[in-house]
């Protein structure tokens, strides 16, 4: 197969061989490819470097054989957004759950889109946390495993007064008043997740409820396997370093 002018994200690089650069990309038509881009050292070959770089949108050509696809030439589209940061973290969160949950070869045109809505909105530093949260509402939906954040998961309209633990395969279920600390520390309330649904910013702490309830849906489909961008966020926590809850 081949890939002529196909327009593509940049999700990871890595060097290969002496020369040579292994880079995955999640592309509009075909979802994530996995490309050789062969002899990229050298001056003449520096646009071609700069294109392939993390978060950058190109326009690609390519050669399918086998698993991986040969890279024929590359070009940038636009400027890649420059972060520092937590926009820096909150990027790299983006690029790994993507690399981690978008299969090879399958097209993803709402996983595509909901890929440039955040990159386009990562550098809005009073808004990333929100924006993290709605690319997971849009990433949940986009896999087919989203839900509804109106209604709970028996379609009764959700309680703004109440709180709410999101079930991977049944929505958001009510806590009652005598469930156990550990159901609640993982909940949201349901101002956060009306918010969510009429995608209107909550405040900070409904927000940062929103966080909490949504990491245990996105570790199920993950298979239990943490990201990470979790496990940094984890260590600068413990070296006393946490970031304002504007992270993954």
Avoid at 83 to 100: D, K, P, S, T
Avoid at 171 to 180: E, T, V, W
């Amino acid at each position: 197969m081949r890939y002529d002018a196909e327009p593509a994200f940049v999700l990871h690089v890595r060097p290969w061989r002496e020369s040579s650069l292994l880079v995955e990309v999640l592309s509009a038509h075909h979802g994530r490819l996995g490309l050789v881009a062969r002899g990229v050292q050298g001056a003449r070959r520096h646009a071609l470097r700069a294109a392939l770089q993390p978060l950058q949108f190109i326009r690609l050509d390519a050669v399918q054989l086998g698993e991986l696809a040969q890279l024929r030439g590359a070009e940038a589209i636009d400027a890649a957004p420059r972060l520092g940061g937590e926009a820096a973290l909150a990027a790299f969160y983006v690029n790994e759950v993507v690399l981690r949950l978008a299969p090879r070869q399958d097209p993803a045109p709402e996983l595509f889109e909901a890929y440039a809505n955040v990159r386009a909105r990562l550098g809005q530093a009073s808004l990333l946390a929100w924006n993290l949260r709605r690319f997971e509402r849009d990433l949940l939906e986009a896999f087919g495993v989203g839900f509804a954040f109106d209604v709970d998961g028996d379609g009764v309209p959700i309680d703004a007064a109440a709180r709410y633990r999101l079930d991977p395969e049944h929505g958001p279920r009510r806590l009652l008043s005598d469930r156990g600390h550990g159901d609640r520390r993982d909940a949201a309330t349901g101002r956060a997740l009306l918010a969510l649904a009429g995608d209107t910013p909550p405040d900070a702490d409904d927000l940062a409820g929103l966080r909490r309830a949504l990491r245990p849906v996105l570790l199920h489909l993950l298979g239990g396997r943490p990201l990470k961008s979790w496990d940094l966020l984890g260590d600068l926590a413990r070296v006393g370093k946490p970031p304002a809850d504007q992270s993954p």
